[in-house]
């Protein structure tokens, strides 16, 4: 009984740890733990990805999944999106918490779904599962009285200097807006967003992660979004007046 415990503990800890790092199609632990970090520059944003991770990865315990699937983190990624999706859209309370952990279940339910459809024709379900999945609870939740908005983009500076004090702040304003050309800012950007934290220290620590995991992978996603960067420039979209980085993400 004690071995099946902890045989089930180290699954959910493997599957929830490379959830992260499985958005990047990698199952590199290292790289993983970059991705972790950053979803915890906002503490209550890295709460509510964890969370709706280890919901969908327990269900799908329970639900008998996959034994090396749910251990890989194939059945967490999505829901951490879910997650992150979901912190980042309303403040954090107990409701919240509540929402994100049926949010997961019904991501793995989601997935295994459209798991079954696409296997017929070969095709990956990759990311299909968080878009409907986080459109579903947030369509839903619209009218909830116990659901409030986040406003913690707006008090970003604020939290950061309740963080680290002036020091930190100063860092993070030279950071974010003083060393890097406008190309690789809007870069760093998307790589941030990717996991909802829109500022260019987040995309800077996933980049490291992503030249750790794979040089060839960190190669083509420069090359990915410089191709969509420029080639906004050539066909005379101003680029100053839309987030370049919701292009580049993709």
């Not at 251990?71 to 967490?76: F, I, K, V």
Request: proline content about 1%; glycine content about 6%.
């Amino acid at each position: 009984m004690t071995s099946k415990l902890n045989e089930t503990l180290k699954d959910l800890f493997l599957g929830s740890l490379l959830s992260y790092s499985q958005v990047f199609f990698s199952k590199s632990k290292l790289f993983a733990f970059f991705i972790l970090l950053i979803t915890f520059f906002f503490t209550y944003l890295g709460i509510s990805g964890l969370l709706c991770t280890i919901a969908a990865l327990v269900f799908a315990k329970i639900f008998k999944f996959n034994h090396h699937s749910i251990r890989n983190g194939y059945y967490g990624y999505n829901a951490l999106l879910v997650g992150l999706g979901l912190g980042s859209y309303y403040s954090f309370s107990l409701s919240l918490l509540i929402v994100i952990v049926f949010a997961g279940f019904l991501t793995l339910l989601i997935q295994a779904f459209l798991e079954q459809i696409f296997y017929k024709y070969s095709f990956p379900v990759l990311s299909l599962p968080f878009i409907i999945a986080l459109w579903i609870v947030l369509l839903a939740s619209r009218q909830s009285m116990w659901l409030t908005l986040s406003d913690h983009n707006l008090f970003m500076l604020n939290n950061i200097f309740t963080i680290g004090g002036k020091e930190l702040l100063s860092f993070y304003e030279w950071f974010n807006q003083d060393w890097l050309s406008e190309p690789f800012h809007y870069f760093f950007l998307s790589l941030g967003s990717i996991f909802f934290q829109e500022n260019v220290l987040a995309g800077f620590v996933i980049f490291i992660g992503l030249v750790i995991f794979s040089r060839i992978a960190a190669s083509f996603s420069l090359i990915g979004f410089f191709i969509a960067y420029y080639y906004m420039y050539l066909i005379g979209i101003n680029i100053e007046n839309i987030n370049v980085f919701y292009v580049g993400f993709n």
